[in-house]
């Protein structure tokens, strides 16, 4: 149980695209999802934390245009990088919890690559 | 503010010998706890957790670890460990008084020479 999946797995775009990555909890209602962001060879860095029908709390600095999450379902949140810049490519994870639970459930993660 | 550490970026160990991981957290709440192991490109997976109780816990692939209030740790151990466990390795701390966000700390990278 416990199942969170994330897709794509990897994804290329051009500079100035958007691209939206996806977060389903597969078992489970996700009243919070948490998106990471982690750079190569570095830890995971909270980025935002959405509840289910409403609107997502940015960690400061994290720009909310460019981030964009939506928690449309309880099981179910996107991210889209819009105009995306080579700078943006990094390895983005997201986690969802369940009301009743510390514990947050990991995705395997998704890697963006901005040429 | 929260913050997690920990000190060892490396460490190498002998297929065999016996591993401690360290983590130290600075919060201003009663914490929960969580090891993460990491494999190159891939997502994290839990190890083990501690949310009250005993102290001393018991995860996956025969790791344990134990939390200590008055030091303000939380440090991973094996007594023996396999070629397979070389992965990074991260500490977070939570707590319900700050939305369960999570911080984690940079992370220890373990190398097991054979």
């Known amino acids: 149980g416990a199942v969170v999946s994330q897709h794509p797995s990897w994804v290329i775009c051009k500079s100035g695209t958007s691209v939206k990555i996806e977060c389903r909890s597969l078992d489970f209602q996700a009243t919070t999802m948490f998106w990471y962001r982690q750079f190569p060879k570095q830890s995971l860095m909270l980025m935002a934390t959405?509840?289910?029908?409403?609107?997502?709390?940015?960690e400061q600095g994290v720009e909310k245009d460019k981030f964009l999450i939506n928690h449309a379902s309880l099981t179910l949140s996107t991210l889209t990088v819009t105009s995306a810049h080579p700078e943006d490519s990094s390895f983005y994870i997201c986690s969802a919890r369940d009301g009743t639970s510390y514990e947050q459930y990991f995705g395997p993660g998704t890697r963006l690559t901005v040429t | 503010a929260q913050s997690v550490t920990q000190p060892d970026i490396h460490i190498t160990v002998s297929e065999g010998a016996s591993l401690e991981l360290r983590c130290n957290y600075s919060?201003?709440?009663?914490?929960?706890l969580f090891w993460y192991v990491q494999s190159p490109g891939q997502g994290l997976q839990l190890l083990l957790k501690?949310?009250?109780?005993?102290?001393l816990v018991q995860g996956i692939k025969g790791f344990e670890a134990e939390f200590k209030r008055s030091q303000s740790s939380f440090n991973l151990r094996k007594p023996s460990v396999h070629w397979s466990d070389a992965a990074e390795y991260f500490c977070?701390?939570?707590?319900?008084?700050?939305?369960?966000?999570?911080?984690f700390g940079a992370g220890t990278i373990l190398r097991v020479k054979s």
């Open positions: 959405s509840n289910e029908g409403s609107k997502a709390t940015y």
């Open positions: 919060y201003g709440a009663t914490p929960y």
């Open positions: 977070a701390v939570g707590a319900l008084e700050y939305g369960n966000k999570l911080v």
């Open positions: 501690y949310f009250s109780g005993d102290t």
